[in-house]
């Protein structure tokens, strides 16, 4: 990534891993899956549904155990000093996101 990044003169200011947040999301996806089973077949063949369940079902797994990534990049342009020193910012105050903070 630095070598795409920095001879356009951009700055890379921060890298999380997001892999446990969007093991998450796709674990909320699966529930609100199985809740619309009725619909879905309605609308698919058995095939895509099973296909749909493994596809959520192994995509958690695959990211809990570590064997999938996902990172978030923050970059700007070499000269933007307008930045948090921390991330203190992102934690202040109730989390309402319904992840710990």
């Known amino acids: 990534m630095l070598r795409i990044f920095e001879p356009s003169r ?29 619909k879905i077949a309605a609308l698919f063949d058995d095939r895509f549904v099973r296909m749909w369940r493994m596809y959520l079902a192994g995509s958690i797994a695959t ?17 933007n000093n307008e930045i948090p020193w921390t991330r203190r910012h992102l934690y202040d105050g109730e989390c309402t996101s319904g992840f710990p903070a």
């Open 63 to 79: 990211f809990k155990v570590g064997g999938l990534q996902l990172f978030q990049v923050v970059f700007a342009r070499e000269s």
């Open 10 to 38: 951009f700055s890379i200011l921060d890298v999380e891993n997001l892999r446990l947040h969007y093991a998450r999301t796709l674990e909320h996806w699966l529930e609100r899956f199985e809740h619309n089973i009725g």
